[in-house]
């Protein structure tokens, strides 16, 4: 644009010139030329359409879907790449190419990060690459523990969701009300919303014919704040008991060692690593009492998967897993005390035991659905340049 060009343009026009140069966002195309005063709306776009002009607010072009979606994931079963490969095939069945990389693979990506048609969607350390990107979602998991994490990432956690609020136009989301509530009042920290997570397609798929239901089954990593190894002394009580069950335990982690120890060599009991997703879930078909002791589970998508194969949960009462299925607390899902006591958990596992498997449906947590809650989060974002050019409008209007 030349000299004389800028010289013949409104002011409000130059700002937004300004703005579209300064955040790299189109919003004004190539058929969107002009300004216009339109009632309750002082300034807003005039596109060209068929031949005419048809003013459009700012806010609707806002909600320009993404092009293309990067996710950043991790190495935890049950975890952040659980819900990044679920997430990831949401968009894609929503017609939006999507690829799940590790927070340096991201970071290797400048041209990407940089590109507001690209929305990045970031989890655990690569939230500080907020700062670096346009179009972004942090997310927060959970809430930090000292004995999983270090008092090193316990305080780099809650710093980095503050850092996600201080950055212009990123957006920081909780996956559970529970996990919103606790890290907002603890560390004061602003959300933008709560959106659930996801459960691979593979889970969405109801048992066709009533298995034979004989383990009790835990997936997830064998580390100490799993709790397993609270857990599985009052278990092996009721493999004692039950001559017909068995117990599985699926993953892997530092704590295998001293659970194999734990165990004793029980003839029931079986490791079975890292098995794929088809291999878990044919074992979730033949569980009938799914175990958990994290008792600061952020939303825990194992209890998802559970729950649709037909398994009866027992899990901690407290946590954002208690919001998947309120009303099925009591039947579907057994509540074990936060102190984990070997009679009491055993206790609650003999009636689990005696409950009827049904599987819930899970059609609202589907990727596509899951998806879908953050495009509309999306849709809700506002980029730095406009903002600006939203204050000195107001500005300007108000003289």
Known sequence: MNRGTLQGLLPQERVCRRVRRKVGYCHLRKDAVKINHVADEPKAWQQRQGGTFKPVNISQTEKIPPKRVLITGGHEIGGVDSFAQALAGGFQDLGIPAEVLTPGQLLRRWRALRDPDVLK???????????????????????????????????????????????PGAQLVAV?????????????????????NPIKSIYLE???????????????????????????????DLLEEIPWLRACIIGDGPQRSELVAIAGGHERLEFRGNPDDRTVREYLRRTKVFISGNTTEGLGITFLEALSQGCVVAMPACGGGLELALERIGHGIQLLPISLDRGEVLSILRRAV???????????????????????????????????????SASLSER
């Open 121 to 167: 969607i970031l989890s655990t350390t690569a939230v500080f690459a907020a700062p670096l990107a346009r179009r972004v979602i942090c997310i927060a998991h959970g809430i930090p523990s000292v004995e999983a994490q270090g008092w090193s990432r316990v305080f780099g956690v809650p710093f980095s969701y503050k850092y996600a609020n201080a950055v």
């Open 176 to 196: 559970s009300h529970y996990t919103a509530a606790h890290i907002g009042s603890i560390f004061n920290v602003r959300f933008d919303g709560v959106v659930l």
């Open 206 to 236: 109801s048992p066709e014919a009533a298995p034979d239901r004989c383990y009790v089954t835990f997936v997830g990593r064998l580390v100490a704040l799993k709790n397993l190894h609270r857990l599985l002394p009052a278990v092996l």
């Open 354 to 392: 005696q409950l009827e498997c049904v599987p819930m449906p899970v059609g609202a947590y589907s990727p596509r659905a899951v998806a879908a809650a953050y495009l509309e989060v999306d849709s809700r974002r506002e980029m730095p340049g406009i903002r600006k050019w939203r204050q000195s």
